[in-house]
Structures are given as C-alpha cells and as structure tokens.
C-alpha cells in the first residue's frame, strides 16, 4: 500500500526523543524546536496541517479503493499492482525541488556534524530497504487481489503493533500498558477476520482468502520491520534527519524497488498478459488505463501528505493520521463494492481503532507529557537550588 512513500512515517519518532527531544523539523526542512509563533502563525500551521491531512486521507483511501477496482473488473497481475504504487515517484521531485529552493540550511541532529559514511554504505542502505520495500508492496498487493478491501483495510492497521515489536529489538522501544494493550487489541481485531463466516459478496475461495489474509498480515509485518530498519540506519549510519537526506532516502529506495518491480514482472511473464487483460477489463481499455495512472498518481498525493505531516508535526503523527484513515475504507467499500458490514466486521473496526488510540496516547504522553514534567522538575529543582555565592 504504497510502502516505499510511508518508509520515512517513524524515521524521526523516537530518535528525536532518545538523543534531542527538543529537535523536530519543520516544514520548511530547518531545525526547530516546538512552535512558539504568533496566533496568526499557528494559524496558518494549522491550515497546512490540515491540507497535509486531506492529501494524505484522500490519496490512501482513493489508491486502495482504485487497486481494489482494477481486481475487481478484471485485472489479474500482482506486479502491475505492485508497480503502480512504485513507479509515480518522479511526481514529488517538483515538491522536492520547491522545498529546497525556499529552505534554509540545516545542521544534523544536536548540531553535530559527524563524519559521514561512505556512498558504498549508503548506496546499501538504498537497496536494501528498495529491496524490502518491493517485497513489502508485493505481498500488500497480493492480499488485495484475493480480499475484500474492508478486510485488507482493518488488517493493515496492525502495522503498529509490528512496528512497535521490531522496535522493542532494534531501537529499544520500551513496552508500555498502553502498548501492550493496543499489540491485544489488534492481534485480536485480525484473528476476528480470520474467523468471520461471511467473506461479503467478494467471490473468493477459502484457500485464497487464506493465502491474502496471510499475505497482508505478512506485508504488515514487513512494513514494521522497514520502518524501523529505517529508523536504525537514520541513528547509526546516515546520522541525519534533514529534509533532504529523509527525500533522498525516499526517491533512491523507490527507484531500486520499481526496478526490482519491473524485472519481477517481465521475469515471471505476466507482461505477456497486460494487452490481453486491457482487452478484457470490463470497463473498457481508457477505463483500465485511467485506474492504474490514478492509482499511481493518488500514491504519490498520499505520499506529499505524509512527508508534509512529517515537517509540520512529527512522524508519529503522520503514522497515526494514516492508521486512523483505513476504518474509511470500510465504510466506503460498503456503498461502492456492496461489501457486507457484518457485525464481525464491526467490532473488529472498533477493537482497530481501539488499539490505535491506545498506541497513539502512549506515543502523546512520550512526546507532550513526559518533556512538560522534566521541565517542570528542572524549574523546581533550579528555583530550589541556593544561590551561588558571590
């Protein structure tokens, strides 16, 4: 679902509090702690924020809706269904461009200026996680075109409960109640899918609705370990969290994982059946071209909403924002795909949502409550301390 564009979603969300918790970056790419502007500035960060939001709400819930679509009336290669989520990269090199222009220098993480790895390391780092992330989209499309999408759409929300788990043994993520309790709550929300008797009026058999619940479940885990791999090799290779090493990073490991892509699909001879599947799309051969490049193109506005987030507020909260988006998907697969909203379905919507807020007040309490009482315990202590003789 468009994974090599979320790579960078956690990237900055617990680096930043372990080593600097006042270090977050903005939307313009320079370094500032948390805004302390005007009402009139706020104001007008608010309203980006709000865009950001709509572009990134919208592009996930249109592009899935859309990937969901192309199955549906016809269409039957998962790399083209891969490939689509990939391969619209170029379209945020504009942004990129814009952003820099109107940016200023920024320093490395605390001001340091470590010594930089080489481009052997760093060109490793590109194709390995290009690599994972090709993976990662492969096994997310193949739980697509055998799911109906309101199912796909509550499973994929157990990418946090993931991320936390690779998390716990790779950046020291601590485990919380409130983490634990949103790992209960989704771990339950996907095995209540498992077991629903009804698969809606999406006809598939048993054995590949097996085959795509496990693929998503896959494709979630996988996502989980991107993101906080990513995370890793921002702490201990890369050693920077600039705008432009985090775009970098985004268009380098997009461009191994679309070529990996498009050798898959040539490789395992699905090219062969494109121009016969157009033919037979039942909507039509301009309907069929105008899902996938709509499909392409809504990943990328889903992507400018996420990076856009990530500069305005942090990566949590563009992780979170994306999370809190997918129980649309439901709703809306019910009036365009007839999907049954079952009651098993229900409640495993509101266990997700659940389990997402849960996640969602412990990251709150680490970022908000936890600086907010080490400031005031350091005012207490300083206006406790006596006064230094002259």
């Given at each position: 679902?468009?994974?090599?564009?979320?790579?960078?979603?956690?990237?900055?969300?617990?680096?930043?509090?372990?080593?600097?918790?006042?270090?977050?970056?903005?939307?313009?790419?320079?370094?500032?702690?948390?805004p302390t502007s005007s009402q009139g500035s706020n104001y007008k960060r608010w309203l980006r924020m709000a865009i950001y939001t709509l572009f990134l709400i919208s592009g996930q819930t249109v592009a899935l809706l859309l990937g969901r679509l192309?199955?549906?009336?016809?269409?039957?290669?998962?790399?083209?269904?891969?490939?689509?989520?990939?391969?619209?990269?170029?379209?945020?090199?504009?942004?990129?461009?814009?952003?820099?222009?109107?940016?200023?220098?920024?320093?490395?993480?605390?001001?340091?200026?470590?010594?930089?790895?080489?481009?052997?390391?760093?060109?490793?780092?590109?194709?390995?996680?290009?690599?994972?992330?090709?993976?990662?989209?492969?096994?997310?499309?193949?739980?697509?075109?055998?799911?109906?999408?309101?199912?796909?759409?509550?499973?994929?929300?157990?990418?946090?409960?993931?991320?936390?788990?690779?998390?716990?043994?790779?950046?020291?993520?601590?485990?919380?109640?409130?983490?634990?309790?949103?790992?209960?709550?989704?771990?339950?929300?996907?095995?209540?899918?498992?077991?629903?008797?009804?698969?809606?009026?999406?006809?598939?058999?048993?054995?590949?609705?097996?085959?795509?619940?496990?693929?998503?479940?896959?494709?979630?885990?996988?996502?989980g370990l991107v993101l906080s791999l990513t995370q890793l090799a921002f702490r201990r290779v890369l050693k920077r969290e600039t705008f432009t090493v985090v775009m970098d990073l985004i268009v380098y490991q997009s461009l191994v994982a679309t070529s990996a892509t498009v050798v898959g699909l040539f490789a395992?001879?699905?090219?062969?059946?494109?121009?016969?599947?157009?033919?037979?799309?039942?909507?039509?051969?301009?309907?069929?071209?105008?899902?996938?490049?709509?499909?392409?193109?809504?990943?990328?506005?889903?992507?400018?909403?996420?990076?856009?987030?990530?500069?305005?507020?942090?990566?949590?909260?563009?992780?979170?924002?994306?999370?809190?988006?997918?129980?649309?998907?439901?709703?809306?697969?019910?009036?365009?795909?007839?999907?049954?909203?079952?009651?098993?379905?229900?409640?495993?919507?509101?266990?997700?949502?659940?389990?997402?807020?849960?996640?969602?007040?412990?990251?709150?309490?680490?970022?908000?409550?936890?600086?907010?009482?080490?400031?005031?315990?350091?005012?207490?202590?300083?206006?406790?301390?006596?006064?230094?003789?002259?």
């Amino acid at each position: 679902m468009g994974e090599p564009q979320q790579v960078q979603l956690h990237i900055m969300s617990r680096t930043g509090e372990e080593e600097n918790s006042t270090e977050h970056i903005n939307a313009t790419g320079t370094g500032t702690g948390r805004p302390t502007s005007s009402q009139g500035s706020n104001y007008k960060r608010w309203l980006r924020m709000a865009i950001y939001t709509l572009f990134l709400i919208s592009g996930q819930t249109v592009a899935l809706l859309l990937g969901r679509l192309y199955y549906d009336k016809g269409g039957k290669s998962k790399w083209l269904g891969t490939l689509v989520q990939l391969v619209a990269f170029p379209l945020l090199l504009p942004y990129y461009i814009i952003i820099i222009m109107s940016s200023a220098p920024k320093n490395p993480i605390n001001g340091v200026h470590s010594k930089q790895p080489s481009t052997l390391i760093i060109s490793s780092v590109y194709v390995s996680l290009g690599l994972l992330v090709a993976g990662d989209c492969l096994l997310y499309s193949i739980g697509l075109m055998y799911l109906p999408v309101s199912t796909y759409s509550l499973i994929c929300s157990s990418q946090l409960p993931f991320n936390a788990f690779f998390s716990f043994f790779l950046n020291g993520q601590k485990f919380t109640p409130f983490i634990v309790n949103s790992l209960v709550l989704l771990t339950i929300s996907s095995i209540l899918l498992v077991v629903q008797t009804e698969h809606s009026v999406f006809a598939v058999s048993k054995g590949k609705f097996v085959i795509g619940f496990t693929c998503t479940i896959a494709a979630s885990a996988g996502y989980g370990l991107v993101l906080s791999l990513t995370q890793l090799a921002f702490r201990r290779v890369l050693k920077r969290e600039t705008f432009t090493v985090v775009m970098d990073l985004i268009v380098y490991q997009s461009l191994v994982a679309t070529s990996a892509t498009v050798v898959g699909l040539f490789a395992s001879g699905e090219w062969r059946g494109l121009s016969t599947e157009m033919e037979e799309f039942e909507l039509g051969k301009v309907s069929y071209l105008m899902t996938l490049i709509w499909t392409a193109i809504m990943w990328q506005v889903f992507t400018i909403g996420c990076v856009g987030l990530i500069f305005e507020a942090s990566s949590l909260f563009s992780n979170a924002i994306s999370v809190l988006g997918l129980p649309v998907i439901p709703v809306l697969a019910v009036i365009i795909f007839h999907d049954k909203l079952g009651a098993i379905k229900v409640i495993s919507m509101v266990l997700a949502i659940w389990g997402f807020l849960s996640y969602l007040y412990q990251q709150y309490l680490d970022d908000f409550m936890k600086p907010k009482a080490e400031d005031r315990n350091g005012n207490e202590d300083s206006n406790a301390s006596p006064p230094a003789p002259p």
